[in-house]
């Protein structure tokens, strides 16, 4: 099971993603949880932000998130097959 991000690394990932993307701190939030449930923003959240129908910008946010919080190879699941779901700092 992955372990949950710091809010160090989260602060990280949204800061990377800042650098690029600009947009309220919820909005990139989804953005770090999608990458981190799913390995990639997902087809919904690209739909919903146009701009990352892009594929380089999307590649973007997505190397963005896995340089500040190191990814596992299984997301989104621990060991019983069922999805966890990741949330940012409170």
């Known amino acids: 099971m992955q372990a949950a991000p710091t809010a160090r690394q989260w602060d990280q990932a ?17 953005m770090i949880t999608a990458v981190l449930e799913t390995g990639a ?13 892009s594929n380089e910008l999307a590649q ?3 190397a963005a998130v896995r340089a500040a919080i ?6 989104g699941t ?3 097959g ?3 779901r990741i949330e940012g700092p409170s």
């Open 14 to 30: 949204r800061l990377r993603i800042k650098n690029f993307i600009e947009g309220p701190n919820s909005d990139i939030d989804r």
């Open 41 to 53: 923003l997902t087809p919904a959240l690209k739909a919903e932000f146009p701009p990352l129908a």
């Open 60 to 62: 973007r946010v997505e």
């Open 70 to 75: 190191p990814l596992r190879e299984h997301h």
């Open 78 to 80: 621990s060991g019983t």
């Open 82 to 84: 069922k999805g966890s």
